[in-house]
């Protein structure tokens, strides 16, 4: 199913919701896993390098947006709604982060070597470099409709 007939689903059942946007995207990697995971609703979070939202000139998430959430084939696989955003240096996510992310073991030092690979990755893929103290936006969010 594409993004625009779930959402079309989703508005049939909450009207008080039509009229407003919506994003579709992917996870960077993983996007079948980590769409099901968010589905179940063991995933409540996410994270992203901040620089790289300066590079797309991307605005940043924001509390209350909605987000149907894609799998590899561009797929709609549910759609979430955005419950807190937060930037900060990589050092300083927090563990509770980790675990709502919740991929892997679910623990802070599982989240940052994984984060700090892929960072590292993309960062340098635009010419910029990943340290502890790169910024992460740190967003949670509520599955809204399945």
Request: proline share 2%; hydrophobic share 35%.
């Amino acid at each position: 199913m594409k993004a625009k007939m779930l959402w079309n689903k989703f508005i049939e059942k909450h009207q008080e919701y039509k009229g407003k946007s919506y994003d579709a995207w992917s996870y960077g990697v993983q996007k079948d896993e980590l769409a099901e995971l968010t589905k179940k609703g063991i995933k409540t979070a996410t994270a992203s390098a901040y620089d790289l939202y300066q590079v797309d000139n991307d605005p940043l998430p924001q509390v209350c947006e909605f987000s149907v959430v894609l799998g590899s084939k561009d797929n709609a696989v549910c759609i979430i709604r955005t419950t807190k955003v937060t930037v900060l240096p990589f050092s300083e996510v927090t563990a509770e982060h980790a675990f709502k992310e919740g991929e892997g073991d679910k623990s802070l030092a599982a989240w940052r070597k994984e984060h700090e690979s892929l960072f590292t990755q993309w960062l340098k893929e635009e010419n910029l470099e990943f340290n502890v103290n790169s910024l992460v936006v740190c967003e949670e969010f509520e599955v809204v409709y399945r």
